[in-house]
């Protein structure tokens, strides 16, 4: 009997129904006590769907339905922690505004109407095989995502290109990975982040490039935490962030002037004699032509440029000359920017130049942003063919088509457009029908005015996605309803190179199905189902994908099947058929790339990258005089907020309304009060935001946190010619009271 | 090719047939229990004591603010790991912004430079030593336990009143509207108990909270300060209920604001409390004008105009009480509500207007019912003065309203917030029981004496609550209580301060001029009463909404 019943008196209930409410129970499963009513029966694990860095957890089942869940104490990424995504993962799946039914909007009301699958399928094959014959075979495209598993990447990109004949198509990891993807590729010879997480706690030098991991990563910065070394900690960020505060020196240049910075801080480092002449020798090429380049990069030029103090900028230097093991992160600040491919780079050759990669505590280490970015990168046939193959190499079609057991002819060999270039192609009458899968650009997409203005353009525009209510799926012609992370299989793989899986854990509701299913039948309606035959389950989908990794860097052919990879908690790539037995006891859950200093390039060296700094797009005027940073809110936030406004828990987390970050000098010249409203417009568009004063933004900047939907009005679209990314850093707005 | 309608329609089938089997679940799922019962992970051991308190001590939440870096994964664990509402977490974060001080240089000489900060702040409950929510609860529904200090609440005794909501610093009791009860943190008690970390210690990835013992003799000075600089900057001032809660930082943060400093906003306007304050007051104030000037009936009922004004208050305040219970989650246990009345003003408020419905009750059957009735008391007279007995009984009434206006005042100076202070809550409640009283005697025998007097009393209540506008001029950036209650007053809440003023001027001409304007007294009197109650009702409405306590800070 519960001790405190034998309290009760008659003047005092110490229990009764409403204390019973929140008993608690031993929950077995080594999970501690949990709360009585949602006690599990059993427990299966799982990698978070939320960031990049691929958290396992344990969700609780009853009568085999989810019922609640908890980080998995023996993944070794988060160790048993989660961030507030992670713990209400399971909360938006409930969300009232879940797809039920595919919707098609009524020709004549104009209003999306439910309709059957049989329906949905024959509209979608009737109306893209109409725009194809009307306006040739390439006149279709999609954008996808970094959200859905590698199988249903590699499903949709082989249906779209291999089955209907189609060539463009992109991702919404060009709004955050490519960057990283190709400066790796020329830099490294495969897009190969060589880190895995244990280096955060094993460098006696961290640097962090336009990377927030408090909060956007914040089980990452655990692992920073748990380092034994008391490592020096270096931010490279022009906002004070949560990261910058716990840094033990913060650099907080002026926007985009990082990669002037890093080219000042090579020279430095070349002058200080820094240079690991034996590691540059043997492993890279063009260290000479780079040391030359950055000669006239000189400290007073960079501090002037970058708005540092002397002093600190040598400090960075010390401590990266005297670094031990010296690590190199970056994440957004550095992808999202005008000439990121060559700001990555920069970053790259400080580590190749340094020596540091390849060993632990080391490397030039790209934080991934979303769960799948990495799986997107190897296996969305987007740009590369799959695998990180070359579309443009018939070697790699005729391998590719033996794999598949498709006539090669199938496999285009031109490119596919980058996600602007496509919508590009809209306005000139070149894209005619869009499918969009599990991504919501009417919200994130930059200049968002431009983008929602292409639109109206199409013929057709299909988006698959949990919910009705997103941006994007209000604007569509047809809606096909998807089953979400949690009531699907599949993997993920994450910023260290870890695959991980997931689970149907949770019913999808109504005639949801999840995105492979959805893609099959696609194939099956569009009349090519028979190409895609042996693609009948995600596992199975699993054992062709590790056919294509085969003699790829991301060999993980080793990997038996979903549940080698659930027992392991993940496993990281490369991970060969034999290796196995030979890899040694202490990199069996951890293992970094290039311990043997052998690159990915045909001579196994790395090259040294670097080109002129050049400017903005968009430098502020007398008329913008503001420079406008836009960004992560809080950990509590993901994207555009169609899955973590779901939870009301979450919302708790962050402000419900737009707010400006901006320094109280200028809130005080522009008569701004705090709590107040401010109205910020740039050449594109104009919006209101809650002001928030905070000296943490520099004067003259302001920052905007990226998951409100109207933030996309006012960025300014500018691309890294490289990698195509959008850089959503920098745009000059002016300010006003409303 | 188009489709092939029944290949597609098979595969439909098929594809939401296995779309609703959860296959991954007897795949995967680990069926039997393997690991235990204990609490995932051997650090979090690390992060509770291993004893029991020794006297003086109680358990008590550190928090190392170098460590938390802003996560909030706190506050869901906690949702999570202990079944709470959608909404419901016994945790909140919230964030500080400004600027520190910190050495220029390694050089000590140098000095210090100020630089830009920020800090994520994570509060629960503060299991204090002197729990306000504990004294203030009416019906004991709060027991601090004596060995671990923690302050827990019986969600079953609870009856919903809310007063330790309006008691509690911290925002920590937390209304559920579909139980009738305020729940709160138990620092997870029940896991102690077996050695297990609370769930937000459990769920921090950074280890930046513990439990740990910390000493709860309040009373040394020297102690008192070390508790003050553990204290957060821009939080309500720990002397008042000694909070256990220790921030420890390496920094130095003087000039630290609330994400939320700035953010103003109206506060809840508890209308079954505007009503019950407002009725029983200008009620209690009608009964004691009515009563004193009544003359006793003697063989029929007594419907003097004395007796009926002393009725009509006397529905009034029953009106009043009625509408209090409306703000019960449990009306049911409302019985229990004098069971606090050592330390809580709300259960001596409960006993106090009891106690005065006796009294009134008794004055109103007394001034009634026919004397003859009442035997060898009564006499042959149409009407009497009044009997010794009746003095007695209104002199009693007396003593019971003046007993129950002041517990009624004290029940909002207790809570410690500026805008109810008593220089605030005194005048405008005891205001209002003279306004009855001159309303009352407005009814009675209208004159310029009582025009006069009811003006006065009036004027003298707005007087006092305009000074409450006064902090509104300040030039300090910081807002203290009483400018953000001044700054709501004339900012969002100004049409109701607006309507207020206009009742009360209305009200006071129909009062003076209303004779003079050809007005019959029913008409006069009723106007009066009706515009002039309806301005203490617009008063007492600001009273709540005008509130803005000092509260831990929150996200902006």
């Known amino acids: 009997m519960n001790p405190s019943l034998s309290k009760n008196t008659w003047l005092r209930e110490w229990s009764g129904p409403l204390t019973a409410e929140l008993a608690r129970t031993p929950g077995s499963f080594g999970l501690g006590q949990v709360p009585l009513r949602l006690a599990p029966d059993s427990l299966v694990s799982m990698v978070c769907g939320y960031c990049s860095t691929g958290c396992g957890l344990n969700v609780h089942l009853k009568d085999g339905r989810a019922v609640s869940l908890t980080p998995d104490p023996h993944h070794p990424v988060n160790l048993g922690m989660a961030c507030p995504k992670g713990w209400e993962a399971l909360t938006p799946l409930a969300a009232p505004d879940r797809l039920t039914t595919p919707l098609l909007r009524d020709r004549q009301t104009g209003r999306l109407e439910p309709v059957s699958w049989i329906r949905a399928m024959s509209e979608f094959v009737s109306r893209m095989r109409g725009i194809q014959e009307r306006h040739g075979p390439h006149s279709l495209a999609y954008l996808s995502t970094g959200q859905i598993t590698t199988e249903e990447m590699a499903l949709l990109g082989s249906l779209f290109k291999f089955g209907m004949g189609g060539l463009h198509g992109d991702s919404n990891t060009r709004q955050c990975m490519a960057t990283s993807h190709v400066a790796y590729k020329q830099s490294l010879g495969f897009d190969a982040p060589p880190f895995t997480y244990a280096d955060f706690e094993e460098s006696d030098v961290l640097i962090f490039v336009g990377s927030n991991p408090c909060i956007a990563h914040p089980i990452m910065w655990q692992r920073v935490l748990r380092n034994p070394h008391s490592p020096e900690i270096v931010v490279l960020d022009p906002r004070r962030t949560e990261t910058a505060v716990n840094a033990t020196l913060h650099l907080a240049l002026k926007p985009k002037s990082d990669l002037t910075l890093l080219y000042g801080l090579a020279a430095a480092l070349i002058q200080a004699g820094a240079v690991k002449a034996e590691f540059v020798n043997a492993h890279t090429t063009g260290f000479a032509e780079f040391a030359q380049f950055v000669a006239e990069f000189t400290p007073e030029r960079v501090c002037l440029a970058a708005g540092l103090e002397r002093p600190d900028f040598d400090r960075c230097v010390n401590l990266i000359a005297q670094g031990k093991r010296v690590s190199f992160w970056w994440t957004m600040g550095v992808n999202q920017g005008h000439e990121s491919t060559r700001t990555a780079q920069a970053i790259i050759n400080l580590a190749l130049m340094t020596g540091n990669i390849g060993r632990p505590g080391t490397g030039a280490n790209s934080i991934t942003g979303q769960c799948n970015a990495m799986g997107s990168r190897l296996f969305a046939n987007v740009t590369s063919l799959l695998g990180g193959r070359d579309t443009s190499n018939p070697d790699d079609r005729t391998h590719v088509a033996r794999i598949l057991g498709i006539p090669v002819e199938r496999i285009p060999t031109e490119k596919s457009w980058a996600y602007d270039q496509i919508l590009a192609g809209i306005d000139t009458g070149d894209i005619r029908g869009l499918w969009v899968i599990a991504t919501n650009p009417a919200q994130s997409w930059i200049d968002q005015h431009r983008f929602l203005d292409r639109l109206k353009k199409l013929d057709f525009l299909v988006v698959q996605d949990l919910y009705s209510t997103t941006e994007m799926a209000q604007r569509a012609d047809l809606i096909l309803p998807a089953a979400g992370w949690g009531e699907k299989e599949g993997t993920f793989i994450n910023s260290e190179r870890r695959i991980g899986v997931l689970k149907n854990v949770s019913p999808a509701p109504g005639e949801a199905l999840s995105d492979f299913s959805i893609f099959r039948l696609v194939a099956e309606a569009w009349g090519c189902g028979q190409l895609f035959r042996e693609w009948r389950t995600p596992e199975a989908a699993f054992q062709i994908l590790k056919r294509l990794s085969a003699g790829q860097p991301c060999d993980f052919t080793g990997i038996r099947d979903y549940r080698h990879l659930d027992e392991a908690g993940g496993i990281q790539w490369p991970y060969r058929a034999g290796q196995e037995d030979r890899l040694p006891a202490s990199e069996t859950r951890e293992r970094r790339l290039f311990a043997d200093g052998g690159f990915f390039h045909a001579d196994g060296r790395a090259r040294f990258h670097f080109e002129h700094p050049v400017p903005v797009a968009e430098p502020t005027t007398n008329e913008y005089p503001y420079v406008l940073l836009t960004g992560r809110g809080t950990s509590a936030q993901w994207h555009t907020n169609s899955r973590t406004g779901k939870s009301a828990i979450l919302r708790a987390l962050y402000p419900a309304d737009l707010y400006l970050e901006i320094h109280p000098e200028d809130a005080g010249r522009l008569g701004l009060v705090g709590g107040g409203q401010v109205r910020v417009s740039s050449r594109r568009g104009t919006l209101l935001a809650d002001v928030l004063i905070t000296p943490t933004v520099s004067p003259g900047q302001v920052y905007l946190p990226m998951h409100y939907p109207e933030v996309n009005r006012l960025t300014c679209a500018q691309f890294d010619p490289y990698s195509r990314q959008p850089s959503y850093k920098h745009c000059a707005v002016a300010l006003a009271r409303p | 090719m188009p489709l092939s309608g029944s290949e597609v329609r098979t595969l439909v089938d098929e594809l939401l047939h296995e779309q609703r089997e959860l296959s991954a679940v007897a795949k995967f799922a680990r069926a039997s229990p393997s690991t235990g019962n204990r609490a995932p992970g051997q650090r979090h051991r690390d992060l509770i004591p291993l004893t029991a308190p020794r006297p003086g001590e109680q358990y008590g939440f550190e928090v190392d603010l170098d460590r938390c870096s802003g996560c909030k994964g706190c506050v869901t664990a906690c949702h999570t790991l202990n079944g709470l509402d959608e909404a419901e977490s016994w945790r909140e974060v919230g964030v500080l912004l400004g600027e520190i001080q910190i050495p220029a240089s390694p050089d000590p000489n140098a000095g210090n430079r100020v630089i830009p900060w920020q800090q994520t702040v994570t509060t629960a409950c503060h299991h204090c030593v002197e729990p306000a929510c504990l004294l203030g609860c009416p019906v004991l529904a709060y027991d601090k336990d004596p060995v671990t200090g923690i302050v827990r609440h019986l969600d079953d005794q609870c009856i919903g009143c809310s007063y330790c909501i309006l008691k509690c610093p911290y925002e920590v009791p937390q209304f559920s509207a579909k139980r009738g009860i305020v729940r709160k943190c138990d620092m997870c008690q029940g896991r102690l108990a077996v050695g297990e970390a609370p769930a937000c210690v459990q769920a921090c990835p950074n280890e930046a909270i513990r439990i740990t013992h910390v000493r709860s003799d309040w009373a040394t000075i020297e102690w008192r300060e070390k508790r003050e600089a553990t204290w957060l900057p821009d939080a309500p001032a720990p002397d008042y209920t000694v909070p256990t ?225 006064k902090p509104a001029q300040s030039d300090e950036s910081r807002r203290t209580q009483g400018r953000r209650s001044a700054e709501l007053i004339l900012g969002p809440l100004r049409p109701l301060w607006c309507f207020r003023l206009l009742a009360a001027a209305f009200g006071l001409a129909a009062v003076l001029f209303g004779p003079s304007a050809g007005l019959t007294p029913l008409i006069g009197g009723t106007l009066a009463s009706v515009t002039l109650l309806t301005g203490e009702l617009a008063e007492r409405w600001l009273f709540f909404a005008a509130v803005s306590p000092d509260k831990m800070p929150g996200l902006p």
């Open chain 2, 245 to 469: 809660t220790r921030y420890l930082t390496k920094t130095q943060r003087p000039y630290l604001a609330a994400g939320d400093h700035y953010r103003n906003r109206p506060a809840h306007a508890h209308w079954p409390l505007i009503l019950l304050l407002t009725l029983t007051q200008i009620g209690m104030g009608a009964m004691l004008a009515g009563w004193w000037r009544n003359g006793l009936p003697t063989t029929a009922w007594n419907l003097s105009r004395a007796n009926l004004v002393g009725l009509a208050g006397f529905g009034l305040f029953l009106a009043g009480l009625g509408a209090s219970v409306f703000h019960l989650g449990q009306p049911r246990k409302a019985w229990r509500v004098w069971l606090g009345w050592r330390t809580s003003w709300m259960s001596r408020e409960a006993i106090a207007l009891n106690l005065l419905l006796g009294v009134a009750g008794t004055t109103a059957a007394v001034s009634t019912v026919p004397l003859a009735w009442l035997g060898p008391l009564g006499r042959a007279d149409a009407t009497v003065p009044l009997l010794p007995f009746q003095v007695a009984l209104c002199g009693l009434l007396t003593v019971a309203v003046a007993v129950g206006v002041v517990t009624q005042i004290m029940v909002y100076v207790d809570t410690r917030r500026s805008y109810w202070s008593w220089s605030q809550t005194g005048p405008r409640f005891l205001g209002t029981v003279l306004l009855g009283t001159a309303l009352a005697g407005n009814w009675l025998e209208p004159s310029p004496v009582i025009a006069i007097g009811l003006g006065l009393i009036l004027l003298l209540k707005l007087a006092q609550e305009t000074r409450a506008l």
